[in-house]
């Protein structure tokens, strides 16, 4: 159920944080490091995000979705930090 809508935005947004540090890294304002480093933070939320699911029968909660939603806002303000 991947395209529940609350999943479906998670999963966007992270899909849209790995289009900029591949972005980053291609312009040179990220190095492979601290793409490895970002990209490592997403494949968590990632898991975390699957996990969740895989307790309520394939959909995250709102609360759930809030989280995760936290914790991408704060590799994205690291992508940002970094490119800059």
Known sequence: KEDHPRRAQVNSRLENQNRRIDAG????????????????EDHAIRQEERAMAAQHGGHITKGEQRALNRQENQTSRQIYDEKH
């Open 25 to 40: 890294v291609k312009s040179g304002k990220l190095t492979r490091k601290q793409a490895k480093q970002l990209h490592a």
